[in-house]
């Protein structure tokens, strides 16, 4: 059975990237479920393997997403996060615990040694990891490292506000780094906001203030894809092109925790629900099947996304997408599984019965691939959609 992957339009006056969404995301399967007691709070994945963290120092591995294993971590600690960079996972655990593993499997002491500072997260983003961290006094702190190992003095200056600051994530596009969180007020009455910084060289940051509106909004995550920063948090996403001037998608999302990219698709996870989007801007609220179940992590490798829903390990069918210019003859590009077939269809009225016509059929030998419909030249307005094939 073939699978729609996406609908896309185009016309003299009429150009819309996004009338349909990568199929595969309406359809997730369940891959692994750990034992009572055990829940997964972060997920990653590097060139060939997925590793996912628990509490009591539990570690799950896969190789393809799909079969599973138990990993001694070679510690007890709650594990709360998990990243993966230059042939490296790493992971940590409050208060102090950072391990790292070459395989997902082998796990040892990453050497961190820091009096006074609370372990919060990690992150990897331009061919470094991110350790992030706060004084037990509250103020964030940064650390630096290529390895997971010897990792630098701490990169963030003191700025007005760090009383109650905390970093939850970060990334790297458009020349910049941008870490994102939250800070608070000294009490329990005060507001909450965003913390957004940013930086060119990790060793000089910039605090970047928002506008007074954002009050009571925290970001959880952020991703780079597309030329955007995507960053997601209690109820609400927005984006970026630069980390200074953001701007909120006009919709609302019950409180996401994650957000990922891969292959031309971003997916936000939260409670109960994804949203996906192939632009950043433009979002589609999505059923996991699951409206009670939590998602704190999400990553994108081999094709697919992988997601932690209700502490359990789901899997969506192979992704694809495509992005169509305004070049003439119009230009198609496909993302998806190299090696797939996909046959690209066409039609000028959606709603014509039987419409659809087959323009091209191949095999997808890189991706994105490009093709050009020679044939769009004397069409007043084109739609295409692309399948799948078995």
């Known amino acids: 059975m073939k699978r729609l992957i996406d609908i896309i339009c185009a016309g003299e006056l009429l150009f819309c990237s996004a009338l349909g969404y990568a199929d595969g995301l309406d359809h997730w399967h369940l891959r692994y479920s750990p034992p009572e007691g055990t829940y997964f709070s972060s997920i990653a994945s590097g060139p060939d393997r997925f590793v996912a963290v628990s509490e009591s120092g539990r570690i799950a591995t896969s190789t393809d997403a799909v079969q599973w294993m138990v990993a001694n971590s070679g510690t007890t600690r709650d594990l709360f996060r998990v990243a993966s960079g230059n042939g490296m996972f790493v992971a940590t655990g409050f208060p102090d615990t950072v391990i790292r593993s070459s395989d997902g499997t082998n796990w040892q002491s990453a050497g961190w040694q820091e009096l006074d500072t609370v372990v919060r997260g990690v992150a990897f983003a331009n061919g470094q990891f991110f350790l992030l961290a706060s004084e037990v006094s509250g103020a964030p702190r940064l650390f630096v490292s290529s390895s997971g190992t010897d990792w630098s003095r701490n990169r963030f ?161 192979p992704i694809a997408s495509l992005t169509l210019s305004r070049s003439s003859p119009l230009e198609l590009s496909i993302n998806g599984p190299v090696g797939k077939t996909f046959q690209v269809e066409a039609t000028e009225d959606l709603g014509a019965t039987n419409g659809w016509g087959t323009v091209a059929s191949f095999v997808l030998t890189n991706s994105p691939s490009t093709w050009v419909d020679s044939g769009s030249t004397n069409k007043s307005q084109r739609f295409y959609r692309a399948a799948l094939q078995p």
């Open 157 to 317: 200056p003191h700025l007005p506000g760090d009383f109650s600051a905390l970093l939850h994530s970060l990334a790297y596009g458009n020349s910049n780094y941008v870490a994102v969180g939250a800070w608070r007020g000294p009490d329990e009455f005060s507001d909450t906001g965003p913390l957004v910084r940013i930086s060119q060289d990790t060793f000089t940051w910039e605090n970047i203030p928002l506008p007074y509106w954002w009050n009571r909004v925290e970001f959880e995550s952020v991703t780079f894809g597309k030329g955007l920063f995507v960053a997601v948090g209690s109820g609400f996403i927005a984006y970026s092109a630069d980390g200074r001037k953001w701007i909120l998608v006009n919709d609302v999302f019950v409180g996401l925790y994650r957000v990922a990219y891969g292959d031309g698709v971003f997916v936000a996870g939260g409670a109960g629900q994804f949203a996906t989007s192939t632009d950043g801007v433009h979002w589609r609220k999505r059923d996991p099947g699951h409206p009670w179940s939590s998602i704190p992590g999400i990553t994108y490798a081999q094709n697919t996304f992988v997601s932690l829903l209700g502490g359990q390990i789901w899997q969506s069918d």
